[in-house]
């Protein structure tokens, strides 16, 4: 669902009542203000309509041309070397060295310094923009509202959501009707060559950005270095660097899209970012990391933190008949160096799973939580060409040390106040999923489980991720009865064995890559942390330590610690 009264509540942020902010009312410049703005350089088709109050400081003007009505309340600060039409401007503040600013309000504690032109003629078009939420064709379009989250954009792009379009659409134009031109309190710009029809809050920092045209940049946000932001919204403290190009799209809060990264007709979620790559009509969740040159497109990720690698093709939404196929990521989903991904694709039952460097899979529905896809050792006998290795668990067993830092890492990495953002890895629905496909597996032989796609599983395989299904479950069922504080003696024994499997599991998993580097690499130990020094590893052992002593208070005291 979307709570609407949560958005409109929001979206007041963006439009400004001047009776409601007490400003000071100005008065016609009388003739000995008019030649002592002329003698410093002023100049206006109608000195009539430019008004400043009783408490400005003229000496502070040079240089000015005005055109229109112009309000001015300048107590402090500068206005010089630019040409203002229809404006109100409220200080003090300093404008100086512009071309051109025309029917935008400007607050206290800006500076504008410069920059070409700064222009409104009519709303933002992002106010009329719309993202293709998961498929490139429009199927599950998604109008453009400045205060959506990642969940927002998802749930209209699905079939529930839907029939709530229009609606949001509406609520939308309401918003649009009413918003005005204004740079907001405290923000900076400097070096822009041109900002039209946008509307930019307070704290915001834009310098040397290439435009921005029909956008909305909110509180904290920043665009910097060339970045290109076109019918767009830049959200709470999020920024586009370095060449960045966004059209018809919004950054979530804190997320960043940086070093000629691309995002059009999308989402990119809280705390993501998106460096060199392109993203095309998709919803990408938090906490997503796309750091390299790669493509995702027509993608359905809403709940993001995964990770994609450099030159990772997720992108073969086009059959030569229509760019119309999509897929949709498993929550915490990391595709490898240069994987290429057929489309359509649906991992979203499985999350936190892997899919291994430099390989091509097939259209297909994959529903394994914590997994590997990768290239088989030695194919059977009966496996189709093309098919690759599923190992169910996995990264529970095997690689259990990157599954808890990211649990770790994904509540240290969050900075979003406004976005409702879950970081949780072991969550109740995943836990579901994991229950689910332990129940296939052991009720199947490995050449007939469902949910395996274009896969195939082999018995050892089926066996292990039964064993890492059943651990995982269990050592989350304990747990929480440890917080309730309701485990019995038997239990925290047991528990306590998990524990250390879990401690055990998790730092083998690291130490597999300092053997495979020290065998590689002469200095690789030399360079790096010791696997005592590794933060996460402190961080573990500190848990381990605080849980262990605690379960030990509640009735263990006698068993040893192997």
């Given at each position: 669902m979307i709570d609407l009264n949560r958005v409109t509540e929001l979206a007041e942020e963006l439009v400004y009542d001047e009776t409601g902010l007490n400003w000071q009312k100005g008065t016609a410049v009388t003739g000995n203000q008019i030649e002592k703005l002329k003698t410093q350089g002023c100049r206006s088709d109608n000195w009539s309509l430019v008004m400043f109050t009783p408490e400005s400081d003229l000496s502070l003007v040079g240089n000015c041309c005005f055109q229109g009505e112009v309000h001015i309340h300048l107590p402090k600060g500068a206005l010089s070397d630019t040409a203002f039409e229809n404006c109100r401007i409220e200080g003090p503040l300093t404008v100086r060295f512009n071309r051109k600013i025309t029917a935008m309000t400007l607050f206290p504690g800006s500076k504008v310094e410069y920059c070409g032109s700064i222009?409104?003629?009519?709303?933002?078009?992002?106010?009329?923009?719309?993202?293709?939420?998961?498929?490139?064709?429009?199927?599950?379009?998604?109008?453009?509202?400045?205060?959506?989250?990642?969940?927002?954009?998802?749930?209209?792009?699905?079939?529930?959501?839907?029939?709530?379009?229009?609606?949001?659409?509406?609520?939308?134009?309401?918003?649009?009707?009413?918003?005005?031109?204004?740079?907001?309190?405290?923000?900076?710009?400097?070096?822009?060559?041109?900002?039209?029809?946008?509307?930019?809050?307070?704290?915001?920092?834009?310098?040397?950005?290439?435009?921005?045209?029909?956008?909305?940049?909110?509180?904290?946000?920043?665009?910097?270095?060339?970045?290109?932001?076109?019918?767009?919204?830049?959200?709470?403290?999020?920024?586009?660097?370095?060449?960045?190009?966004?059209?018809?799209?919004?950054?979530?809060?804190?997320?960043?899209?940086?070093?000629?990264?691309?995002?059009?007709?999308?989402?990119?979620?809280?705390?993501?970012?998106?460096?060199?790559?392109?993203?095309?009509?998709?919803?990408?969740?938090?906490?997503?990391g796309i750091h390299h040159q790669s493509l995702l497109i027509a993608a359905m990720w809403p709940g993001g933190r995964g990770n994609i690698g450099y030159g990772a093709n997720i992108g073969s939404n086009h059959t030569s008949r229509l760019p119309d196929q999509e897929i949709k990521p498993g929550t915490g989903q990391f595709f490898g160096l240069s994987t290429s991904v057929k489309f359509p694709a649906d991992f979203s039952r499985s999350p936190f799973t892997i899919i291994a460097t430099g390989l091509t899979t097939l259209p297909q529905r994959v529903d394994f939580p914590f997994s590997l896809i990768t290239l088989p050792h030695k194919r059977p006998q009966d496996v189709p060409d093309g098919w690759?290795?599923?190992?169910?668990?996995?990264?529970?067993?095997?690689?259990?040390?990157?599954?808890?830092?990211?649990?770790?890492?994904?509540?240290?990495?969050?900075?979003?106040?406004?976005?409702?953002?879950?970081?949780?890895?072991?969550?109740?629905?995943?836990?579901?999923?994991?229950?689910?496909?332990?129940?296939?597996?052991?009720?199947?032989?490995?050449?007939?489980?469902?949910?395996?796609?274009?896969?195939?599983?082999?018995?050892?395989?089926?066996?292990?991720?039964?064993?890492?299904?059943?651990?995982?479950?269990?050592?989350?069922?304990?747990?929480?009865?440890?917080?309730?504080?309701?485990?019995?003696?038997?239990?925290?024994?047991?528990?306590?064995?998990?524990?250390?499997?879990?401690?055990?599991?998790?730092?083998?998993?690291?130490?597999?890559?300092?053997?495979?580097?020290?065998?590689?690499?002469?200095?690789?130990?030399?360079?790096?942390?010791?696997?005592?020094?590794?933060?996460?590893i402190q961080i573990l052992e500190a848990f381990y330590t605080k849980t262990r002593e605690g379960l030990k208070s509640k009735g263990s005291s006698g068993e040893s610690d192997r």
């Open positions: 222009h409104w003629d009519s709303t933002p078009g992002a106010m009329d923009a719309f993202m293709n939420a998961g498929v490139e064709t429009g199927e599950r379009r998604v109008p453009v509202v400045p205060h959506f989250d990642h969940n927002d954009v998802a749930f209209l792009g699905s079939e529930a959501g839907r029939e709530t379009v229009e609606e949001c659409i509406l609520l939308r134009n309401d918003i649009r009707d009413r918003l005005k031109g204004v740079i907001g309190r405290d923000t900076v710009v400097s070096n822009c060559s041109c900002i039209r029809n946008s509307v930019i809050l307070g704290k915001v920092q834009i310098s040397n950005a290439g435009a921005i045209r029909g956008s909305i940049l909110m509180a904290g946000a920043s665009v910097r270095d060339g970045a290109l932001v076109r019918n767009s919204v830049i959200q709470w403290n999020a920024s586009a660097d370095s060449y960045a190009i966004i059209e018809n799209s919004i950054v979530g809060e804190c997320a960043v899209v940086e070093k000629h990264g691309k995002l059009t007709d999308s989402f990119l979620g809280a705390d993501s970012v998106l460096g060199e790559g392109e993203v095309t009509a998709c919803v990408v969740g938090p906490l997503t690759c290795r599923l190992i169910p668990g996995w990264m529970l067993y095997e690689n259990l040390y990157s599954v808890l830092r990211n649990a770790w890492k994904y509540r240290n990495r969050l900075k979003a106040v406004h976005t409702s953002v879950d970081t949780s890895v072991f969550s109740e629905e995943v836990l579901e999923l994991v229950g689910d496909a332990k129940e296939r597996l052991e009720q199947h032989s490995c050449d007939s489980i469902p949910g395996t796609g274009k896969n195939f599983v082999t018995e050892e395989d089926r066996l292990a991720g039964i064993e890492a299904y059943r651990k995982c479950l269990r050592s989350m069922g304990l747990w929480n009865k440890y917080l309730t504080d309701s485990l019995n003696s038997s239990e925290t024994g047991e528990m306590l064995d998990l524990l250390r499997y879990a401690k055990s599991a998790t730092i083998s998993s690291r130490m597999k890559d300092y053997k495979r580097g020290e065998r590689i690499i002469d200095d690789y130990l030399a360079v790096r942390k010791s696997p005592e020094e590794d933060e996460f």
